[in-house]
């Protein structure tokens, strides 16, 4: 469904499986920034972990979509699943751009750590002409670090009148935000399940289904 003239969040990841970490910050991000909907895209091929084994697409885009199946504002893309190669976000959003019209403003939602790193991202500088950033500020980072990530990025920016906003040159804005802290990892989650022990609260219900049902995640 197209939605011309919408703020859209964007969530990426490998989602394997996604929990409720991920879900959480989607939750609180559309309300905080005013967001019509977020786009909860897996990861097809993910350039970070070509070295490491990663469930089938097919399973990780139908756990996403159990996940969100009762969120109003939440809507699952299987975008990255229809390219061959890497799932490089830059290719990602100018399809999305082709997709929403010009009309519409992206909001890409991501962690401090990885923020620091989109250095490494494919045609990084691109990515600041075609989306706003929502960096969720992890425990221990301040102000003063996102303004040391822009400078090292040769970004060219002025402070919004939100404290913690800042406006490029390019039309865009980076806002860095807090979101609730639920210290809720992919990684554990496969180690619980090949243990044999419970994920219980860590992913909703219908995804601890999916994964017993298939039998993800056993080693």
């Given at each position: 469904?197209?939605?011309?003239g919408?703020?859209?969040g964007?969530l990426?990841?490998?989602?394997?499986p996604?929990h409720?970490?991920?879900l959480?910050?989607?939750?609180?991000?559309a309300?905080?920034?005013?967001?019509q909907?977020?786009?909860?895209i897996?990861?097809a091929?993910?350039?970070?972990?070509?070295q490491?084994?990663?469930?089938p697409f097919?399973?990780r885009?139908e756990?996403?979509?159990?996940?969100?199946a009762?969120s109003?504002v939440?809507e699952v893309?299987?975008?990255?699943g229809?390219?061959d190669?890497p799932?490089?976000?830059?290719?990602?959003l100018k399809?999305?751009?082709?997709v929403?019209?010009p009309g519409?403003?992206f909001?890409?939602?991501l962690g401090?750590?990885?923020?620091?790193e989109?250095?490494?991202?494919?045609?990084?500088?691109?990515?600041f002409?075609l989306?706003n950033?929502?960096?969720?500020?992890?425990?221990g980072?301040?102000?003063q670090g996102?303004?040391?990530?822009l400078?090292?990025?040769?970004?060219k920016?002025?402070?919004?009148?939100?404290?913690k906003?800042?406006?490029?040159?390019?039309?865009?804005?980076?806002?860095?935000?807090?979101?609730?802290?639920?210290?809720?990892?992919?990684?554990?989650?496969?180690?619980?399940?090949?243990?044999?022990?419970s994920?219980r609260?860590?992913?909703p219900?219908?995804?601890?289904?999916?994964?017993?049902?298939?039998?993800?995640?056993?080693?």
């Amino acid at each position: 469904m197209k939605t011309r003239g919408s703020r859209i969040g964007i969530l990426g990841g490998t989602f394997d499986p996604i929990h409720l970490g991920h879900l959480r910050t989607a939750e609180e991000m559309a309300y905080e920034m005013e967001l019509q909907k977020i786009l909860l895209i897996p990861a097809a091929i993910p350039p970070h972990k070509t070295q490491e084994p990663v469930t089938p697409f097919i399973h990780r885009l139908e756990m996403t979509r159990l996940a969100a199946a009762s969120s109003p504002v939440m809507e699952v893309s299987d975008i990255e699943g229809k390219r061959d190669g890497p799932s490089y976000s830059i290719e990602t959003l100018k399809e999305l751009e082709q997709v929403y019209g010009p009309g519409s403003e992206f909001f890409f939602i991501l962690g401090t750590d990885a923020f620091e790193e989109i250095h490494t991202w494919k045609d990084y500088p691109g990515l600041f002409s075609l989306t706003n950033f929502i960096v969720i500020q992890r425990p221990g980072f301040e102000y003063q670090g996102l303004d040391s990530v822009l400078t090292n990025l040769r970004l060219k920016y002025e402070k919004g009148k939100s404290e913690k906003a800042y406006l490029l040159n390019t039309g865009k804005r980076v806002f860095l935000m807090k979101a609730t802290n639920m210290e809720i990892s992919s990684t554990r989650i496969r180690a619980l399940v090949k243990s044999g022990r419970s994920i219980r609260f860590l992913v909703p219900e219908a995804v601890i289904h999916y994964i017993e049902d298939m039998r993800l995640y056993r080693g």
